[in-house]
């Protein structure tokens, strides 16, 4: 399966930004869409963002849809997700995965560490 590392979390106030990164090994990337999961303290992993393998289509949680944008560099083999306008409620570890629409792939079970972002208020 390919090896995912998220990276470009951190503490941000209410209404600041973040860009999160998450870079994939193996030669099988420009082949799979990509998203981008949270999973806040006591909850459910739940989707953020998704992006299909030639960044042809774009799928966004309600919660998040305005503000979050995904993207993707093949030639990087990474995936990104510009966070604006962040709430205290966007707290949470974000991880990437290849995804299926705005799931990620059935028998996917490679999580990486997942990287923390803390918004106060």
């Known amino acids: 399966q390919v090896q995912l590392v998220e990276s470009g979390g951190g503490l941000v106030q209410a209404g600041g930004s973040l860009r999160l990164s998450c870079a994939a090994s193996?030669?099988?990337?420009?082949?799979?869409?990509m998203g981008w999961f949270r999973q806040a303290p006591g909850k459910e992993r739940e989707f953020v963002a998704a992006?299909?393998?030639?960044?042809?289509?774009?799928y966004y949680a309600d919660s998040v849809k305005g503000p979050f944008t995904i993207s993707r560099d093949n030639a990087k083999n990474t995936v990104y997700l510009q966070m604006n306008s962040l709430k205290p409620e966007d707290t949470a570890v974000y991880y990437c995965?290849?995804?299926?629409?705005?799931?990620?792939?059935?028998?996917?079970?490679?999580w990486g560490q997942g990287t923390q972002v803390t918004v106060s208020s």
């Open positions: 992006i299909s393998c030639g960044s042809g289509n774009t």
């Open positions: 193996g030669r099988s990337f420009s082949s799979y869409g």
């Open positions: 995965a290849p995804t299926i629409g705005r799931a990620a792939r059935t028998g996917f079970t490679s």
